[in-house]
């Protein structure tokens, strides 16, 4: 248990389905992150938020919508999505500062994304 | 382009023998660096890191390894145990933008080992 919780765990969904990704994170962090992981490739970064602000874009389509509501949460809705998108989606929060020796990130369990 | 490589995508090491895990970068601006593990349905969880003003950090059975000319960072586990098998994800980051800082992940290395 890190103190970052993602639901669903699982989701399938058809291409012309709406759904959103739900992270929830307790450690008093400031910053939040979405990553996508796909099978043989890095994990990728999508957005940041720092103090509920997007700070981070990372060229992600806009089939993607993020939200953040409050320090604590963080939401991916997703629209019209593709087959290419099925992936590993990762929340993760921080207390900023990569710098800082002993800062990390701690990571949710995933949402494992079919889209069909 | 890929800023950060693991080259090896698994790794099989025998019981209580060491486990090295390497790790290449190429952006010169990284100067913190990470290590995570990821068991399969879990996300990744941090193991150890290290800042570019050292060369060592050591913590238990898991020490890194960063040479800045090289570019180049290793994980030594020793001795190994079989909970060690999982997916080793090195990652960097560029103190460009205070509270704007993001990880850069390599792919990955699967470790197994052999009991």
């Known amino acids: 248990e890190t103190g970052v919780t993602q639901t669903p765990r699982h989701l399938v969904m058809g291409m012309t389905n709406k759904k959103s990704l739900k992270c929830e994170q307790h450690?008093?962090?400031?910053?939040m992150y979405w990553y996508k992981q796909s099978a043989k490739k890095p994990l990728e970064l999508m957005f940041v938020y720092n103090f509920k602000e997007q700070t981070e874009n990372n060229s992600v389509p806009s089939r993607f919508s993020p939200e953040c509501p409050n320090s604590s949460h963080l939401f991916l809705h997703l629209h019209t999505l593709q087959p290419e998108d099925s992936a590993l989606y990762l929340c993760?929060?921080?207390?900023?500062?990569?710098?800082?020796?002993?800062?990390?990130?701690?990571f949710g369990q995933g949402t494992r994304l079919t889209v069909v | 382009d890929q800023q950060v490589k693991q080259n090896s995508p698994s790794l099989s090491v025998q019981e209580g023998r060491i486990s090295i895990l390497n790790c290449d970068y190429t952006n010169s601006m990284f100067d913190y660096f990470l290590w995570y593990k990821k068991y399969p349905a879990e996300g990744p969880t941090f193991l150890i890191s290290i800042s570019s003003i050292k060369d060592k950090n050591e913590d238990g059975r898991f020490t890194v390894f960063l040479n800045k000319s090289a570019k180049h960072l290793s994980l030594h586990i020793v001795p190994s145990q079989p909970g060690d098998s999982a997916v080793y994800f090195c990652a960097a980051s560029a103190m460009v933008n205070f509270g704007n800082e993001k990880l850069t992940f390599g792919t990955g290395t699967r470790l197994t080992i052999i009991p």
């Open positions: 993760a929060s921080s207390q900023g500062g990569w710098g800082k020796d002993g800062t990390e990130a701690f």
């Open positions: 450690l008093g962090h400031n910053a």
